[in-house]
């Protein structure tokens, strides 16, 4: 891996996108974080945040020209912007889905595109996308249906970037988490193991680790196996 990377990171102050800045900016990287808003800003001179609305495609393609602008390339995306929802059939709408979709997938492809196409260009590049479970394998989904359905598409898109990408160093990758152990989650359901839950700082661990895979070496990442 060279020494010093752009990596760019979506979602980058909730939890697990705040792991996975802090993990690339101890590996002494550049990163550039966007957020929906601002919170409170991590304080290292190699970290750049901006906010944006990711689901509006005109704001996000400026802000990502000026991105490149500056920095030249994005070696790394990491896209960990999305959100949950429970809800089966009887229960999801058209509405649902909508929202669901807008959140989970549109989000990551606003933000995939733009550095995918200069990666192009470069013929170098990775792209993590988050994925989950239900999304993975929509028979666990009749519980989440707008939320697998959006996520399945991730590995949809990655698909595509990689049988465009063969004959490059180009990767996408869909990691693939099981319950992350977050505040958030705790407090919904109190009663579980939370030993058994992933780590975000784990998961930003691994996505690291890939950095140094070859190219094409396991374009789905099921976190429950890479952590045994």
Same mark, same amino acid.
């Given at each position: 891996m060279m020494s010093t990377q752009n990596i760019?990171?979506?979602?980058? @102050?909730?939890?697990?996108?705040?792991? =996975? =800045?802090?993990?690339?900016? &101890? %590996?002494?990287? @550049? =990163?550039?974080?966007?957020?929906?808003? %601002? %919170?409170?800003?991590? /304080?290292? *001179?190699?970290? &750049?945040?901006?906010?944006?609305?990711?689901?509006? &495609?005109? *704001?996000? /393609?400026?802000?990502? %020209?000026?991105i490149l602008d500056k920095y030249q390339q994005v070696h790394v995306s990491v896209l960990a912007t999305g959100g949950f929802a429970m809800g089966n059939l009887e229960k999801t709408g058209i509405k649902e889905l909508r929202f669901q979709y807008k959140l989970n997938f549109e989000t990551a492809y606003n933000v995939a595109r733009p550095p995918f196409l200069d990666m192009k260009k470069q013929q170098f590049g990775k792209i993590f996308f988050i994925g989950s479970e239900p999304g993975m394998d929509t028979t666990k989904a009749k519980g989440v249906v707008a939320y697998a359905l959006a996520k399945s598409q991730l590995f949809q898109l990655a698909n595509i970037i990689n049988a465009d990408t063969k004959k490059t160093r180009i990767q996408a990758h869909v990691v693939v988490p099981a319950t992350i152990d977050t505040p958030q989650n705790r407090k919904s359901v109190p009663d579980a193991d939370f030993g058994e839950w992933q780590k975000p700082a784990d998961i930003a661990k691994i996505i690291g680790n890939y950095l140094e895979k070859p190219s094409k070496d396991k374009e789905i990442i099921i976190l429950r196996e890479e952590l045994k």
């Open positions: 760019l990171v979506s979602g980058a @102050n909730g939890n697990l996108g705040k792991a =996975v =800045v802090h993990y690339f900016l &101890e %590996k002494g990287n @550049n =990163v550039i974080g966007l957020v929906h808003h %601002k %919170k409170e800003k991590i /304080q290292n *001179k190699n970290y &750049e945040e901006f906010e944006v609305d990711l689901t509006d &495609e005109s *704001k996000v /393609q400026n802000c990502l %020209k000026n």
